[in-house]
């Protein structure tokens, strides 16, 4: 039952695909780091909203986001409740960009609150799913990654 994904198709795609993950936690940051490196995923961290929009070149000097940033990161996934900067502010500032706006955005939540979700939904993340994330989770993203991709 997952979806008519194989791991097969990696070897057809080529390079791994390349994930952005964004977490003020240090323990989620890094069981989303390993989930994903056990799925063949490249990984890198951010630990905070402003560091993940400075990574993607959006920081404060906007002029180099036009860089070849789109093939930085192939899916960016990002915790909802961080200080300085939400997980749903940092999708908004993806979603303006026009060098960023197809990539996709994942949220993840500890807390399941429908109207949090559904306006994240709404602003155009591609899914929302509830921490702690597990391997079956992230063999979704890899999968949904694949057809994306492929």
Known sequence: MDGGCSDDMTTEIGDEPHVLAVDDNLIDRKLVEKLLKNSSCKVTTAENGLRALEYLGLGSD???AMEGT?????LIITDYCMPGMTGYELLKKIKESSVLREVPVV???SENVPTRI???????????MLKPLK????KQLKCYLMKCRG
């Open 118 to 128: 559904s306006q994240c939904l709404q602003e155009g993340a591609q899914m929302f």
């Open 62 to 64: 906007q002029r180099n």
């Open 70 to 74: 789109v093939s930085k990161v192939n």
């Open 135 to 138: 391997q079956s989770d992230v």
């Open 107 to 109: 949220i993840m939540s």
